[in-house]
């Protein structure tokens, strides 16, 4: 147990771990993959935003979800407006250079670009992504 905690926490030897228990297992580890939230203000900068992430290879699927209401405080005052959201598979090691790719092209000043690990699912769907997101 020792030593595999000291492999797991070498970012190098983790890496390689991660990768041979994915070959062994053909099953995606837990958290290796991620959905990040990102919302836009209407449905042409959606598009277009997730356009350029599919350019760059930063995610293997990104869905567009129609209008939705929100609610939000900004510089004190409580705001309402519709959002699209983008909902943005990837590889949880592509989260950063998303994150700061998307602050560049997206039009607000604070857009709202946020992840969740993703723990379980379609084992097949999960290769599917890995497969379609480059390594680092």
Request: proline share 6%.
């Amino acid at each position: 147990e020792v030593l595999t905690l000291l492999v797991l926490m070498h970012p190098l030897l983790r890496g390689l771990a991660l990768q041979l228990h994915s070959a062994l297992t053909g099953s995606s580890i837990p958290g290796t993959l991620s959905i990040a939230f990102v919302s836009c203000l209407n449905e042409q900068i959606a598009r277009d935003i997730a356009r350029a992430i599919m350019d760059k290879k930063l995610a293997a699927y990104v869905n567009i979800l129609p209008k939705s209401s929100a609610l939000y405080f900004w510089k004190g005052e409580l705001e309402e407006s519709t959002e699209i959201l983008l909902l943005v598979k990837t590889r949880t090691s592509k989260i950063g250079e998303l994150s700061n790719y998307v602050r560049s092209i997206h039009p607000f000043e604070t857009p709202e670009i946020i992840s969740l690990p993703i723990d379980q699912g379609n084992p097949l769907y999960l290769k599917w992504i890995e497969e379609n997101v480059p390594r680092d």
